[in-house]
């Protein structure tokens, strides 16, 4: 079945470094989303990446869809506390007919010291 | 709009036992996913429904079922609690159609389940 790796599995940075983690899928992806979930919280939708190279950003965080549509990466620039927390890639499947369910990486939990 | 609601927050049982999770979409979302969230496994798919139907379900064994009432309210049931089921139980809906498969998943809080 469908696998999606998610590297590294923690990250612990200073506060203003940048931050990387980056999502691997052993098959194609008709796209991929990204979700952070703050301790103790739940997974909250972050963005959807649907085209082949795409890269979106939101403020400090840039995202990037590769060209085979089977690996992603999120940055962050100049980290902040506010941005603690575990961010999961999450790929849905690209086999065709119905395939309703998105495979989630593990997680990359960012730790941010002030 | 209010958001996913999940009831009991919190749950312990003991091994063997049944217990019933209760999930409330966003008011005019139809499809509902389950979650299981433990450290070692992460987020892992259970199943989805739509519009009462079961329309995906990922590998997890014939104990663990759901279905979806007509007001898109959904239930998942655990039978025969094991201690490895002690875990983070995550409802999700989103608005997609029926022909609509890659929209965003709005999370619950959660229910906590420990088995002793």
């Known amino acids: 079945g469908q696998q999606v790796m998610q590297i590294p599995q923690y990250q612990h940075v200073q506060e203003g470094e940048d931050f990387t983690t980056y999502c691997n899928s052993s098959?194609?992806?008709?796209?991929i989303q990204w979700y952070k979930q703050r301790p103790g919280g739940h997974p909250v939708f972050l963005i959807q990446?649907?085209?082949?190279?795409e890269v979106k950003k939101q403020k400090r965080l840039t995202f990037q869809f590769g060209e085979a549509k089977k690996n992603s990466s999120l940055h962050i620039t100049a980290t902040q506390t506010t941005d603690v927390g575990t961010y999961f890639c999450?790929?849905?499947?690209?086999?065709?007919?119905?395939?309703?369910?998105?495979?989630f990486g593990k997680g990359t939990l960012l730790t941010v010291n002030p | 709009k209010a958001g996913v609601t999940q009831t009991p927050r919190y749950l312990i049982k003991t091994r063997g036992q049944q217990v019933t999770l209760s999930c409330s979409p966003i008011s005019g979302h139809r499809s509902v996913s389950w979650y299981q969230q433990t450290p070692g496994q992460g987020l892992q798919f259970l199943f989805e429904?739509?519009?009462?139907?079961?329309?995906n379900k990922g590998n997890f064994p014939g104990r663990f079922s759901g279905r979806q009432f007509s007001n898109s309210r959904s239930e998942m049931n655990v039978s025969t609690l094991e201690l490895g089921d002690s875990a983070l139980y995550l409802c999700a809906s989103s608005s997609n159609g029926e022909w609509e498969i890659t929209d965003t998943q709005y999370f619950g809080p959660g229910t906590r389940l420990t088995v002793l």
């Open positions: 098959t194609t992806l008709s796209n």
């Open positions: 999450a790929g849905m499947g690209d086999s065709g007919g119905s395939n309703y369910k998105l495979t």
């Open positions: 990446l649907v085209k082949s190279g």
């Open positions: 429904y739509f519009s009462e139907t079961q329309r």
